[in-house]
């Protein structure tokens, strides 16, 4: 039976959503977590990977086009979702029902803390009109002040560990959607697989803030000059 208009519509914005939560969205965030865990290695080591990424040419709009735009194309998506279901765990408490009702509240989650982290730090940036090269010890600067705080802290790792857990899970969904793992000893196997990756994602992230909380060292700026 072939489906109509609009159930191949809903199928390819089920689809894209999928996509998206793991390119670009989910490969920036591994990204994103491995650039900041630098930090541990050294403050010289992570200021010059974010001068290296802050110089990029055209990096606004890389950012629009490979982050924003897919990034609110997968919440939206991910709220009709949300309103749309019907939470059921009273009824099937299985593990996987369990794990599907976490991904929705993770991801509604994170959502907002990345209004919090953007406003805290992309947003002042631009309002401030910081130049490239002073990109690191700016945004440094704005985390030691971040996680010298209880609630600082707290927020971050509440975020971390809401989109970590979010990732791989959703990685694993879309490994069964999609056709890539088939059968219930594969879907198990490549859960303990995913889950794995997800802690060690959460542990770079605990370390990070760990880091930054126990050792806000303020940096300069790798190029001379000022603001304009």
């Given at each position: 039976?072939?489906?109509?208009?609009?159930?191949?519509?809903?199928?390819?914005?089920?689809?894209?959503?999928?996509?998206?939560?793991?390119f670009?969205?989910?490969?920036?965030?591994?990204?994103?977590?491995?650039?900041?865990?630098?930090?541990?290695?050294?403050?010289?080591?992570?200021?010059?990977?974010?001068?290296?990424?802050?110089?990029?040419?055209?990096?606004?709009?890389?950012?629009?086009?490979?982050?924003?735009?897919?990034?609110?194309?997968?919440?939206?998506v991910?709220?009709?979702?949300?309103?749309s279901?019907?939470?059921?765990?009273?009824?099937?408490p299985?593990?996987?029902?369990w794990?599907y009702?976490?991904?929705?509240?993770?991801?509604?989650?994170?959502?907002?803390?990345?209004?919090?982290?953007?406003?805290?730090?992309?947003?002042?940036?631009?309002?401030?009109?910081?130049?490239?090269?002073?990109?690191?010890?700016?945004?440094?600067?704005?985390?030691n002040?971040?996680?010298?705080?209880v609630?600082?802290?707290l927020?971050?790792?509440?975020?971390?560990?809401?989109?970590?857990?979010?990732f791989?899970?959703?990685?694993?969904?879309?490994?069964?959607?999609?056709?890539?793992?088939?059968?219930?000893?594969?879907?198990r196997?490549?859960?303990?697989?995913?889950?794995?990756?997800?802690?060690?994602?959460?542990?770079?992230?605990v370390?990070?803030?760990?880091?930054?909380?126990?050792?806000?060292?303020?940096?300069?700026?790798t190029?001379g000059?000022?603001?304009?």
């Amino acid at each position: 039976m072939s489906l109509s208009t609009r159930d191949r519509t809903h199928f390819l914005i089920l689809k894209l959503h999928s996509l998206t939560g793991i390119f670009p969205i989910g490969a920036f965030l591994v990204l994103h977590l491995l650039v900041n865990s630098l930090r541990t290695v050294g403050v010289w080591q992570y200021q010059l990977s974010i001068d290296l990424i802050n110089n990029l040419p055209f990096l606004i709009w890389v950012e629009i086009l490979f982050i924003y735009i897919p990034l609110l194309i997968h919440s939206l998506v991910g709220f009709l979702i949300i309103f749309s279901s019907k939470i059921n765990l009273k009824r099937y408490p299985y593990p996987r029902n369990w794990g599907y009702t976490l991904q929705r509240i993770t991801g509604a989650v994170v959502f907002f803390f990345l209004i919090y982290h953007l406003g805290t730090t992309v947003g002042p940036k631009l309002i401030n009109g910081k130049e490239h090269f002073e990109a690191a010890p700016f945004l440094i600067d704005i985390m030691n002040r971040e996680f010298q705080t209880v609630t600082g802290c707290l927020l971050y790792l509440v975020g971390i560990v809401s989109a970590t857990y979010h990732f791989c899970m959703g990685l694993w969904s879309f490994c069964v959607s999609w056709g890539i793992i088939v059968g219930p000893m594969a879907q198990r196997n490549a859960g303990i697989v995913f889950a794995l990756f997800g802690l060690a994602l959460t542990a770079l992230g605990v370390a990070t803030v760990t880091e930054f909380s126990l050792d806000p060292i303020p940096v300069e700026a790798t190029v001379g000059g000022g603001a304009s």
